[in-house]
Every structure is written in C-alpha cells, then in structure tokens.
C-alpha cells in the first residue's frame, strides 16, 4: 500500500464494500505528474482487494455508477466504493468499461478522458489543488 503523497487526495469517509461486506480502505484521487502518476486516476488501497486483483494484474472491467458512488464488476466480485463525489464521476445508471490495475496493497482505476476531467475538477474545486 502506497498511502498518502503528494497530488494524492485522501476522499475521507469513503467506504469500500467487497459483495456487501465493508473492508478498511482508503480511497484517494491520484493527480498525474504527482507521486509517480502518470495519468490521474482513482486509488483504492486495502491489502484485501488483492485477493480479487494481484499486483500487475489488471484488465478492462465494467464500472457503473450507483445510489453514493460506484461500483466494480469483476468476474466472481463487486467492488462498491461509496464517496459523495464520485456520483460527479459516475452519476448513477451510468456506465464506462476501463482498465482497473491491480498494485501493492490495492488497486487502481484507470478512467477515460470524460472521467479524468471530472476527477480533476474535484481535486481543483472540492481540494483547492493547483495544477
């Protein structure tokens, strides 16, 4: 698990769920050109969601947004991830298929151009973050 950083967003209260069960998790914005980025992208951090996603794996999933946040459908596992702003990511009943990574101590989610916008768009209204 990488924790916080530079350019990284800490979404406080977010809580992550693996099919229904809450799991300890933190979940940031991770801003490109900042602690390593090289495209903004969302990070969710907890060594349980490598039992669905090991570290280097990864490959294109769907993710849809619902009632608080967005969820992940991988093979056998949803991943909901609840945070009031990611409905500006995702507004609910709406849907993309992108890349989520699995990394050391969690996984990541690779959004599209239409999302990367709107994920730097928190981190300059909601966080004040210069870039």
Do not use: C
């Not at 992208?41 to 990864?58: C, R, T, V, Y």
Request: proline share 2%.
């Amino acid at each position: 698990m990488s924790g916080p950083g530079l350019g990284k967003l800490l979404l406080e209260n977010a809580k992550v769920f693996i099919d229904n069960k809450e799991i300890e998790a933190d979940v940031y914005i991770h801003i490109k050109g900042f602690s390593l980025a090289r495209v903004t992208h969302l990070d969710i951090e907890s060594e349980e969601l490598n039992k669905i996603l090991k570290p280097k794996e990864g490959g294109f999933f769907s993710i849809r947004g619902i009632d608080g946040g967005i969820e992940i459908k991988f093979e056998k596992n949803r991943v909901k991830v609840l945070h009031e702003f990611l409905n500006e990511v995702l507004k609910e009943g709406e849907k993309t298929r992108t890349w989520v990574g699995g990394k050391e101590g969690g996984i990541y989610i690779g959004f599209k151009k239409e999302q990367i916008v709107k994920l730097e768009k928190i981190a300059r209204e909601k966080f004040n973050f210069k870039f």
